[in-house]
């Protein structure tokens, strides 16, 4: 630490996570001795924050819960994640645009001029999302989540009509997901005997249950993971349910940037690559394949395989079916 008021300000900084902290712990992440950690904590009491001593062979300390701090005190990455956390959130798929807007002003003019330069320094241009959240929408179904409350609500069908006459829907919601601009809900649904994925801003929370659940461990352990593996189609781990490989006539770096992350791509040299990717079926797989409008051929597995050539008589009979448009392909 570069000094007595830097190091109170780390301190406060890791007790402000409402944890509970071994005194040595928190020696050890100031580079002090455990001596001058509470002469720290006592000059923070002295400001007015309620620090709690642990008893126990090591001792610790915490942050009491509900006590009313002096203005917040922010270290320098601290303003910097908090401006770039109220920049880009309109990018989320929340509707709190102009609210980030607001708090970033806000914050600045509380802030010395050291770290308003700082904030300022942070210049970000978002696209929002063509989907936004109403932000009670969002609380109403978090804190059903915090809770462990069953949550009943209506759901706008991603085809439109009215959804309203339909009974509402009722599920055990375990956990908020924000995945490429949009929030979802994994839930489990009882009646369904099984999980559940629910766009939140097609959801219209109904008044609370009072009910309570008790949570089922979520598959894998990972809820973002699980939403992702539903999103690729597979019931398991965050895997395409079906990848296979082909050799393109095309230069590695054509294709590049189009691929998705997992895609593994191989230079061959002489134009030529080789590419293994997935997709959540094999005629679908065959068809990305053929949308890279090059020659290829498929190295494998069999499935897919058989699904270009199903994926080929399939096009060719389109055609047939056409005879206009095949004459005009013709020349």
């Given at each position: 630490m570069s000094g007595p008021s830097s190091r109170m300000l780390a301190l406060l900084s890791l007790l402000?996570?409402?944890?509970?902290?071994?005194?040595?712990?928190?020696?050890?992440?100031?580079?002090?001795?455990?001596?001058?950690?509470?002469?720290?904590?006592?000059?923070l009491r002295e400001l007015g924050y309620r620090v709690e001593a642990l008893r126990g062979p090591a001792g610790g300390y915490r942050l009491s819960a509900g006590s009313e701090?002096?203005?917040?005190?922010?270290?320098?990455?601290?303003?910097?994640?908090?401006?770039?956390?109220?920049?880009?959130?309109?990018?989320?798929?929340?509707?709190?645009?102009?609210?980030?807007?607001?708090?970033?002003?806000?914050?600045?003019?509380?802030?010395?001029?050291?770290?308003?330069?700082?904030?300022?320094?942070?210049?970000?241009?978002?696209?929002?999302?063509?989907?936004?959240?109403?932000?009670?929408?969002?609380?109403?179904?978090?804190?059903?989540?915090?809770?462990?409350?069953?949550?009943?609500f209506d759901y706008d069908s991603a085809w439109g009509g009215d959804q309203h006459d339909r009974p509402p829907r009722r599920v055990d919601p375990h956990a908020v997901v924000a995945r490429?601009?949009?929030?979802?809900?994994l839930a489990w649904a009882p009646e369904r005997d099984d999980w559940r994925t629910y766009r939140i801003d097609r959801m219209h929370p109904r008044a609370p249950t009072g009910i309570r659940f008790t949570p089922r461990p979520v598959p894998g352990g990972d809820a973002a993971g699980f939403l992702a593996a539903r999103f690729k189609g597979s019931d398991g781990a965050d895997v395409w349910p079906c990848t296979g490989t082909?050799?393109?006539?095309?230069?590695a770096r054509s294709i590049a940037p189009y691929l998705d992350v997992d895609a593994v791509l191989?230079?061959?040299?002489?134009?030529?690559?080789?590419?293994?990717?997935?997709?959540?079926?094999?005629?679908?797989?065959?068809?990305?394949?053929?949308?890279?409008?090059?020659?290829?051929?498929?190295?494998?597995?069999?499935?897919?395989?058989?699904?270009?050539?199903?994926?080929?008589?399939?096009?060719?009979?389109?055609?047939?079916?056409?005879?206009?448009?095949?004459?005009?392909?013709?020349?």
């Open positions: 402000q996570v409402h944890r509970d902290w071994p005194g040595d712990v928190l020696a050890e992440r100031l580079e002090v001795s455990p001596r001058t950690v509470r002469r720290d904590v006592d000059r701090l002096p203005p917040l005190l922010f270290d320098d990455e601290q303003a910097v994640a908090i401006a770039l956390a109220l920049a880009v959130a309109p990018a989320s798929g929340a509707d709190i645009a102009e609210a980030a807007a607001r708090a970033l002003g806000a914050v600045r003019q509380v802030m010395p001029a050291r770290l308003r330069h700082r904030i300022d320094a942070v210049d970000v241009v978002t696209t929002p999302g063509t989907t936004t959240v109403d932000p009670a929408v969002l609380v109403a179904v978090s804190d059903a989540v915090r809770t462990r409350q069953v949550l009943r490429n601009g949009r929030w979802y809900l082909a050799v393109l006539d095309v230069p191989d230079d061959l040299g002489d134009g030529r690559c080789r590419l293994t990717m997935g997709s959540w079926s094999w005629t679908a797989l065959a068809a990305r394949f053929a949308g890279f409008d090059a020659a290829f051929t498929i190295d494998g597995p069999a499935e897919l395989r058989g699904a270009g050539a199903a994926l080929a008589d399939r096009l060719r009979a389109a055609v047939r079916a056409h005879p206009r448009i095949d004459r005009e392909a013709r020349g």
